[in-house]
């Protein structure tokens, strides 16, 4: 399956989960919000959303400052 995460295209296994693909990626405990074709999935439901192919994933970070 295709997705793009961040602007960049990748390939991974069908039916994968948010958390799964965080994992995958090596950035599970740097994200603190994501977007699925501009919506956000909330983290209680990361472990069950399954996007489609095809689907713009944004992984957000927050940084303080001020």
Do not use: R
């Given at each position: 399956?295709?997705?793009?995460?961040n602007?960049?295209?990748?390939?991974?296994?069908n039916?994968?989960?948010?958390s799964q693909?965080?994992?995958?990626?090596n950035?599970?405990?740097?994200?603190?919000?994501?977007a699925?074709?501009m919506?956000?999935?909330?983290?209680?439901n990361?472990s069950?959303f399954?996007?489609k192919d095809?689907?713009?994933?944004?992984?957000?970070?927050?940084?303080?400052?001020?």
């Amino acid at each position: 399956m295709k997705l793009v995460v961040n602007g960049k295209e990748i390939e991974t296994n069908n039916n994968i989960t948010i958390s799964q693909l965080l994992k995958e990626l090596n950035i599970e405990d740097k994200v603190m919000a994501v977007a699925v074709n501009m919506e956000i999935v909330k983290k209680d439901n990361w472990s069950s959303f399954t996007p489609k192919d095809g689907s713009k994933i944004e992984l957000l970070h927050f940084v303080g400052g001020g």
